[in-house]
């Protein structure tokens, strides 16, 4: 692919705000090779970042509509690019990296030499770019977390102050369709050839509009609300943390994480202040007269947020706690209770408003 290509498809995903930015280097040339054509690359580079009728899109790239539709929808089949409907006229969006393209890839659970390709060329890039984007986000001025954590919600007490964003069975009831595919990241792994945990494989939902989407493209398959419950349960009991994009009017879709295979949690525990890409706006609050230190809590934690003290009893950190409720639903003396966090601002409202956030925050950093 040729290299002014790369470079103007890098510039034009990293207006998008996602979590892991487009970086010129041989390492994402591969990737980009894999998912695009040299003709979908150059369509992708020149995709305005907000969604475009393709009337528009055939001018902007002085290309006739009927070629050029048939190449969108193969990039919507392919995972790269994004498609809905407004007023009966359909609009196009380029995906970013993550969250985007890489869950798109995965979440179908197929095993095919492509997807064993992409598995690879994702874990190389990945790997190289990841450090470097956590450190742009350490060296923001003002941090906005990309990443949003949804606690267990029997762990918040009655008497405490609940916003409505922190409630999963809110997003539940009021969701239009709801749709399950497989955990991309643990699929990868599969791929990969690595050893797998025992996390349930089909946990990552798609909500409202997406997940009809991702249904209708045989990227996900459809599900009632009883059996969205149902699994919930299953990863709670697994005690897997809910991650969801950084917004409050609508859920776009919950991952349901595990530390050995999630890449935004490794890279999260990684970090000297978690909080700071991914919270719950919660923390973990022990009760000491409660509090029987066997432990649980310090084996569950996927963060190692918590400890225990020269009397046996257990330590949260709050610098490494996201508030995911994990230790408080697994405590077998109910010690451990979930409090507000009082240095996490509200999430932005919709994914439009977290994406310039983002934005603003790697400008910030230089």
């Avoid at 973990?284 to 310090?298: F, H, N, P, Q, S």
């Amino acid at each position: 692919m040729e290299k002014a290509i790369v470079t103007d498809l890098c510039n034009n995903l990293n207006k998008l705000g996602g979590m892991i930015l487009a970086i010129p280097c041989p390492e994402l040339t591969e990737l980009f090779e894999e998912l695009f054509t040299e003709e979908e690359a150059e369509i992708a580079a020149k995709i305005p970042p907000t969604a475009t009728p393709a009337q528009d899109l055939a001018e902007k790239l002085s290309k006739p509509v009927e070629e050029l539709v048939p190449l969108l929808e193969s990039m919507a089949d392919k995972g790269t690019v994004l498609t809905r409907k407004k007023d009966g006229v359909v609009l196009y969006r380029l995906l970013p990296i993550m969250p985007g393209i890489f869950e798109f890839q995965f979440m179908r659970g197929t095993d095919t030499e492509r997807d064993r390709r992409l598995a690879r060329r994702f874990k190389t890039y990945l790997d190289m770019a990841t450090p470097l984007v956590t450190k742009t986000f350490m060296a923001a001025k003002d941090i906005t977390p990309p990443s949003r954590i949804i606690p267990v919600e029997k762990t918040i007490r009655a008497g405490q102050t609940v916003y409505t964003f922190d409630e999963l069975s809110r997003y539940i009831e009021e969701a239009e369709a709801i749709a399950v595919g497989h955990c991309y990241c643990r699929h990868q792994a599969y791929l990969l050839g690595e050893e797998s945990c025992e996390a349930p494989k089909e946990s990552c939902m798609n909500f409202g509009p997406g997940a009809q989407y991702t249904a209708e493209r045989g990227i996900t398959r459809m599900i009632t609300k009883e059996e969205a419950y149902e699994i919930l349960k299953e990863c709670e009991a697994h005690g897997l943390v809910h991650l969801s994009s950084n917004t409050s009017k609508f859920l776009e879709y919950l991952c349901n994480c595990c530390e050995c295979h999630c890449d935004i949690l490794k890279k999260v525990k990684e970090t000297d202040r978690p909080v700071w890409i991914a919270t719950s706006g919660y923390l973990a609050k022990v009760d000491e007269e409660l509090c029987e230190g066997c432990e649980t809590c310090v084996e569950h934690c996927q963060l190692s947020a918590i400890s225990m003290n020269d009397e046996e009893i257990a330590v949260v950190n709050e610098n490494r706690c996201i508030g995911c409720g994990a230790c408080a639903n697994l405590c077998p003396e109910e010690a451990i209770s979930m409090a507000l966090h009082p240095d996490v601002p509200a999430p932005p409202a919709t994914a439009r408003d977290l994406r310039k956030a983002i934005f603003e925050n790697v400008q910030s950093a230089g």
